[in-house]
């Protein structure tokens, strides 16, 4: 029964089932869609009438898809309504591209960028776009190499750009630009954004704030810009803030992309809001864990102070102590740094890449009762960290949880992994052949 293909055609067949009138248009971008057979068997006799939902007809219109078609971003359902009716019903998925057709692998791509000169290039091979207030402003609108003759002066300007470029099928993240507004600002802002982008392409980037809140993020703007507390401490609201707003949208309506995990310990708390992504940041984690290690190594070679003065100041300058930490005990030093090498397990194979917190992420996000819930990897670097994720995801671990991934990096880094040393020496050799050719 496996061997026998079908289509959604062959409930027509014999005249038991007949189409809606008021959808034939819409039915007829299924007909020729897949159709399991046993299901097929199963609804003999019970469905009489065949449609699409309000949903579908809503996607269709809304994204002006050409006849015959139906857009990527959206997998194909059947849903039965009683009284005969069975509806065809497009749910959002990016997992899927045009047609209802799976993407050709269970990982997905996105991009950080809020070019849309550098995303057009790419747009066919990514299902996920990130834009942070850095990514936005610093790197484009406010960048006169990247924004060409200052064409896009506004945030609302690029987005809705980018959306034309992308087209249905990739989800764009978009950040809020101050995450301590008031709830009514921040619904506004979200609605400006879904308005422009849709319900089903918006994701709403939350970020996780720690001991931040609106009245000491000043501290991060002026002077050395340095934050005056540790970054665990702090109270319980703002710590939890980002975790309530991120489930205030969700109440809402939105997806949420809960962002600044850097931690394995950060994630079964930041499921509990309920996202649509939850995010590993590996590369700035992986090079400190290097630093630390190394000046731990140093120390433990030749005892010498001067080892953990430089761990200490390490440790300020990276955020992991504050700077009334300046002159915190060397043995306290020691022990924190030895604690953070032990906890990401740098020394083993586990930790060694730096992808010990991706590991541990996706083992979570296996148990949770998340089905939506995908984990992007972010925030890369270097030669080895694409390679390094590219084997993790073929290790037998995780083969399971492949279609729960969504790599994002930077574009220009992106593309680096699509070629090779050898591209270059086969082609000056293909080349140079066919110079030849009369």
Known sequence: MAEIKTTVRAMLAGGAVSVVKADEAYVRR??????????????????????????FKEVIDYFKVPEGKTPAGFRIEYAYQGDGLLCADLVRDISYGENGEMRPTNVLFSADSANPYEVAPIKGLIANLTCNPGIIYDLFINNPKANVGNKFKTREEVMQELGNVLGPGVDISVELNNPWASESEILEEAALFKEMLSKYRVVIKVPHTGPVNGQN???????????????????????????????????????????????PYQTALALQAKPYFINSFIRHRLVVSQLITDLLAKYR????????????????????????????????VLERASLYEEYRQFTKPEGSDGLDGVRHNLRVLRQANLPDTRLIICSMEGDRNYPDIDKLLAEPEFLDMTRKVVITTEPAYLVKWTTTPQVVTYQRRFMNAASTAK
């Open 217 to 263: 993020v000043g501290e991060l703007l002026k002077g050395d810009k340095k934050f005056q507390r540790r970054w665990d401490e702090g109270n319980t609201a703002d710590f939890v803030h980002g975790h309530n707003l991120a489930l205030l949208l969700k109440e809402h309506g939105y997806r949420i992309n809960f962002t600044l995990m850097f931690e």
């Open 30 to 55: 299924v007909l020729d869609k897949p159709f399991d057979i046993e299901t097929l068997l199963g609804l003999e006799g019970l469905v009489r009438h065949l449609g699409v939902t309000a949903e």
């Open 301 to 332: 070679a030749d005892k010498k102070d001067e080892h953990l003065v430089a761990l200490r100041s390490l440790l300020v300058e990276r955020d992991y102590l504050a700077p009334t930490d300046a002159s915190m005990d060397l043995g306290k």
